[in-house]
């Protein structure tokens, strides 16, 4: 029987357990928090620090293959231990992807179009970011970002004075996007095959993850061309191993915003809406088992439970409804914008679910 270790122990590693027990295979998660998500389901867990190396070594000595599914892994870590196990995935994905001017020069460098960005120290680097990129325009810590944390829109030149206090930190100044929509993208690829997961349309509240839904309700032609030009990214970078995009669509316009090479949010509904899903493919790929194409099963509609929908949450879950799939992490600890869990409603479109569902959760 095989084990895989996992870098993290929360939802995404919870997930990834439960999909691996699917394909009988073992899993073990490393995670500083004792009462972390996946260890109820991990066969094995060590509780330590991210950089605690010594920990990180005994995971992969207790491994056949190792993931993350904590993106700020340290390289110096990370990178001496790739070199003597096997964590088939490595470190590229994750330093390209763990500081965003790093990840847009990237992405660009690799033939997708990005907002205009600069990278922004000072007052005058911010000044001259702003003449270049014009307002208004959203200013990001280049690092450690997530969800919106750590972000600000500049609207206006006063808006430049307020925004000084973030530049302890290294950021980056992209212009603004007036969207019609967001947009994301799942991918697990071996060395020889990519699959991808249907794209999916990404509604966001406060800079999280609200709905996902999916067909995303964009021309054909322009999902085609995200497909097709995101799995060129992914073998042009030479990645392995799952890989999430979030684009922006605006009219017939593609723009990456950031991506990720672990399991994402946005992928939740592939559990149930799709013939096969982003974590067991994962699991797949780790243990070299060949890949599955993913079908679409029904139109899906996945709805983010943050902590002040967990009681709406627990609810729906008591009502046993058919085809609404109720996950929920079991963290201890439930706060207002903390992911307490996910709803799946699968055979539902976006239109029906704010017919009969919306009203139930916090606006
Ligand atoms: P991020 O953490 O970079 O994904 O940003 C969180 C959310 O802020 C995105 O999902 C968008 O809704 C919004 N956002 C971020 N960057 C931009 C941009 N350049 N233009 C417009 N909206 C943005």
Not at 334 to 363: C, L, N, Q
Request: with cysteine; net charge negative.
């Amino acid at each position: 029987m095989k084990t895989i270790g996992i870098i993290g122990g929360g939802q995404l590693g919870l997930m990834i357990a439960e999909q691996a027990h699917v394909l009988g295979v073992r899993a073990v998660a490393l995670d500083p928090a004792p009462d972390a998500p996946a260890f109820r389901v991990c066969d094995d867990h060590i509780v330590a620090a991210y950089n605690d190396a010594e920990a990180l070594e005994r995971l992969c000595r207790m491994s056949d293959a190792v993931t993350y599914e904590f993106e700020n892994v340290p390289g110096d870590i990370l990178i001496p231990l790739s070199e003597k196990y096997n964590i088939p995935q490595g470190y590229r994905p994750l330093y390209d992807s763990q500081d965003r001017f790093r990840e847009k020069t990237n992405a660009r460098d690799h033939g997708l179009r990005t907002p205009g960005f600069a990278a922004v120290d000072d007052e005058a680097s911010l000044r001259a970011a702003v003449r270049e990129l014009g307002l208004p325009a959203v200013l990001k810590t280049r690092t450690l970002g997530y969800d919106g944390h750590g972000q600000m829109v500049l609207r206006r030149e006063e808006d430049i004075e307020r925004a000084l206090p973030l530049l302890t930190v290294p950021c980056i100044l992209e212009e603004f996007i007036a969207f019609d929509s967001e947009a994301s993208i799942v991918m697990v690829a071996d060395r020889e095959h990519v699959v991808s997961f249907p794209v999916g349309r990404n509604i966001h509240r406060d800079g999280i993850l609200d709905l996902s839904i999916v067909p995303a309700a964009a021309d054909a032609e322009v999902l085609g061309r995200m497909k097709v030009q995101s799995e060129r990214f992914m073998r042009d970078c030479g990645y392995e191993g799952i890989l999430a995009i979030e684009y922006f669509i605006r009219g017939r316009e593609i723009f990456f915003n950031e991506m990720a090479p672990r399991p994402h949010n946005s992928g939740h509904y592939t559990i149930e809406g799709c013939t096969t899903n982003q974590f067991r493919e994962l699991v797949r790929y780790l243990v070299g088992e060949p890949l599955q194409e993913p079908r679409l099963v029904a139109p899906t509609v996945m709805k983010n439970i943050l902590g002040q929908d967990l009681e709406t949450a627990r609810q729906v879950e008591r009502e046993h409804r058919p085809n609404v799939y109720v996950h929920l992490y079991g963290k201890t600890e439930s706060r207002p914008k903390r992911k307490m869990g996910h709803i799946t409603f699968v055979g539902m479109t976006g239109d029906e679910y704010e017919k009969e569902w919306a009203d139930r959760f916090v606006k």
